[in-house]
């Protein structure tokens, strides 16, 4: 069983920078590739970025790359998402997420999902 907590969102000007926490609980957490997702006001939920478990790898959405970068630190079982240059498309509830097995990114792949952080963007 792993629980996510996500923190860090908020609201910010178009432009602006947030950086997203996802506290994992386990201890086998290093064993999970993870990720985080977002759904913008009706829209589906779609993948942002992932990174595999042992770091090495990691792999992002066509609309934030050069923008968003995701890391994860082990040792605390933390994973991050800096969201630079944020505009309106960006606002959304982004999600951490965390598989195992393939390192792959379908939704339905998604292990453990946690509650979600708001980022509003305005304009």
């Known amino acids: 069983q792993v629980q996510l907590v996500e923190s860090g969102g908020g609201l910010v000007q178009a432009g602006g920078s947030l950086r997203l926490s996802c506290a994992a609980s386990g201890r086998i957490f290093n064993t999970y590739h993870m990720g985080w997702f977002r759904q913008g006001p009706g829209r589906d939920r779609e993948f942002v970025a992932g990174?595999?478990?042992?770091?090495?790898?990691?792999s992002y959405a066509d609309s934030v790359k050069g923008r968003f970068t995701i890391s994860r630190v082990n040792a605390e079982n933390m994973v991050y998402l800096q969201l630079n240059n944020l505009n309106s498309e960006d606002t959304a509830v982004y999600y951490c997420?965390?598989?195992?097995?393939?390192?792959?990114?379908?939704?339905?792949?998604?292990?453990?999902w946690g509650q979600g952080t708001q980022v509003t963007v305005s304009s």
């Open positions: 990174i595999m478990w042992s770091g090495g790898t990691s």
């Open positions: 997420a965390a598989r195992r097995g393939s390192y792959s990114w379908s939704i339905l792949g998604v292990d453990y």
